[in-house]
């Protein structure tokens, strides 16, 4: 049977969803796959009358439940439709069921959720990866405009710029616990956003892809986290694997939520590698644990990730016999870019590439107790 990934394309107002949409079918259509698109059922909800902004608590609750049960139902008809192909398919959803949850409060969501006879989690495991594209509003503000799109409610002033960067952070944290979430950059360069648009989806299909060394810095924290930022607890550790890749366990807590993943990276030439991942269950976890590489101990670290000026960043603080060493590391900035460093951290080394400082290494054990 074909093997459908299905992958949400979310982010916050004026992102460059539109465009990268028009990308993806362009690029993977021409690569042999067939790309199926949902389009975004709020957006058609509020073309035919829904007010999303209503003060009728009643009209409101029915409009979220059918936006919904009609984004569920849109997903379940394409994936058939898809099994009946016979090449390789793409499902790519303009947002996805959990965004929807950014829009209410958490009390709302679990009563729609019961009423359609799901849950949250549920929810996150129907896409295979989800990628969050930063809002021009924060970061890139030249470019925010709000006239592409007759269904935007946010002004084009400092009060509509700060709605559109919260609006962002609430969809990230509603996606937050899924195993394949990545969070796209602002550029100046608007074809670096759409190049890790592509690349993110490419290694979700198992293509081979260059390697590409994010930056890296050991930093001492100088002052307050965010207060958006989010927390998570990060166990890992690797498997003894096979001749030539790495291989790793990973449990990674956001609260009352846990998600564990098994990642391999293989390199497949000079400058390729390729990278798969796949989410398990707590007793498959177990069961693997007996796996662990004996001449590497576990990684443990907690994380704190936020966006910062358009830019993604993890500060990782590590914890055990790496406590005092804290690495932050960017997410998909461009070669030549600057870094916009928060005024919260003190860069102590810049450690790009350096093999020393990656996690593999870290965790070997140097024989001392």
Request: aromatic share 8%; proline share 4%; glycine share 6%.
């Amino acid at each position: 049977m074909n093997d459908i990934k299905k992958i949400v394309l979310t982010g916050g107002p004026c992102a460059g969803k539109t465009t990268a949409l028009v990308r993806i079918i362009e690029h993977f259509s021409s690569r042999g796959f067939k790309v199926f698109t949902i389009p975004e059922v709020p957006t058609l909800f509020t073309q035919a009358g829904m007010n999303y902004l209503t003060k009728n608590q009643a009209f409101f609750y029915e409009g979220e439940k059918a936006t919904l049960e009609i984004q569920l139902a849109l997903e379940d008809r394409f994936l058939r439709m898809a099994q009946a192909c016979t090449t390789p398919s793409i499902i790519v959803c303009d947002r996805g069921a959990m965004d929807i949850s950014a829009y209410m409060t958490p009390e709302t969501w679990a009563d729609i959720t019961r009423a359609v006879g799901t849950n949250t989690l549920e929810l996150r495991e129907r896409y295979d990866a989800v990628l969050h594209l930063v809002s021009a509003a924060d970061g890139a503000e030249q470019y925010y405009t709000t006239a592409n799109n007759a269904q935007r409610l946010e002004a084009m002033d400092e009060e509509g710029l700060r709605i559109a960067r919260s609006l962002d952070k609430k969809v990230i944290l509603a996606w937050t616990g899924h195993p394949h979430l990545r969070v796209i950059n602002n550029h100046d360069d608007f074809e670096t956003k759409m190049h890790r648009v592509l690349k993110e989806i490419s290694q979700v299909l198992g293509l081979p892809q260059p390697i590409e060394e994010e930056r890296k810095y050991v930093v001492q924290i100088v002052g307050p986290m965010p207060d958006d930022s989010t927390v998570s607890d990060i166990h890992q550790l690797y498997l003894k694997g096979y001749a030539g890749a790495e291989e790793r366990l990973r449990r990674r807590s956001w609260g009352k939520k846990t998600v564990y993943v098994h990642t391999t990276k293989k390199q497949t030439a000079e400058n390729e590698e390729l990278v798969t991942e796949r989410q398990l269950n707590q007793n498959l976890y177990e069961m693997m644990l007996p796996l662990a590489d004996p001449e590497r101990e576990a990684i443990h670290k907690v994380r704190h990730s936020f966006i910062w000026k358009g830019q993604y960043f993890e500060i990782d603080s590590y914890q055990g016999s790496l406590e005092g060493l804290t690495i932050l590391e960017t997410k998909g900035i461009a070669e030549g870019e600057p870094v916009k460093f928060p005024p919260f951290v003190k860069v102590l080394k810049d450690i790009t590439g350096n093999k020393d400082y990656y996690n593999y290494n870290l965790a070997k054990k140097t024989g001392k107790e």
